[in-house]
T-cell receptor
């Protein structure tokens, strides 16, 4: 099925550990996004990539890095995880038109 | 950046009644306003959207209205059903294809059978 695939679905880290969240889309979309979702705060943009080869900071980029590996894949890295990064992370992609409707199923991350 | 406020944060309605969720935005340059439904354990799903050159859009039991002068837009669900229970998010976008989307804080809708 076409869509946005995120891995892993769940992850528990200790403070200071690193990890990479993977995201891939098979819809030939140019733009890809990483959001975090916290209770009562909606979705906040961490980083986005408007096209292959470009990345830009969103609202809450501190503590994260991203890589747009190719047109399909956009990864999010936590170099030294902190408890404040406990959240649900969503990857999304968008094609040329306005419609923004393709989200992955999320990664629930806990940092102890 | 844009600031999107969403109200109410929780909403309970009886099955068959209507539900209305309202959002306001701060930047008059915002030009695209999608609405999402998020069920437990899943990612947001686009349910309807509206562009700044349109005042109202309907899709079966769901409608969205936009008032550019007042900078607010609303989601209307009629004849609610238990399967409409979910968290609903509004969003706003400024600019062209690679622009950012700004989300509201969500409304938890419960439809009581």
């Amino acid at each position: 099925n076409a869509g946005v695939t995120q891995t892993p679905k769940f992850q528990v880290l200790k403070t200071g550990q690193s990890m990479t969240l993977q995201c891939a889309q098979d819809m030939n979309h140019n733009s890809m996004y990483w959001y975090r979702q916290d209770p009562g705060m909606g979705l906040r943009l961490i980083y986005y990539s408007a096209s292959e080869g470009t990345t830009d900071k969103g609202e809450v980029p501190n503590g994260y890095n991203v890589s747009r590996l190719n047109k399909r894949e956009f990864s999010l890295r936590l170099e030294s995880a902190a408890p404040s990064q406990t959240s649900v992370y969503f990857c999304a992609s968008k094609g040329q038109g306005e419609t923004f409707g393709f989200f992955g199923s999320g990664t629930q991350l806990s940092v102890l | 950046g844009e600031n999107v406020e969403q109200h109410p944060s929780t909403l309970s309605v009886q099955e068959g009644d209507s539900a209305v969720i309202k959002c306001t935005y701060s930047d008059s340059a915002s030009n695209y306003f999608p609405w999402y439904k998020q069920e437990l354990g899943k990612g947001p799903q686009l349910i309807i959207d509206i562009r700044s050159n349109v005042g109202e859009k309907k899709d079966q039991r769901i409608a969205v209205t936009l008032n550019k002068t007042a900078k607010h837009f609303s989601l209307h669900i009629t004849e609610t059903q238990p399967e409409d229970s979910a968290v609903y998010f509004c969003a706003a976008k400024i600019g062209g294809a690679g622009s950012q989307f700004y989300f509201g804080t969500g409304t938890s809708l419960t439809v009581i059978p």
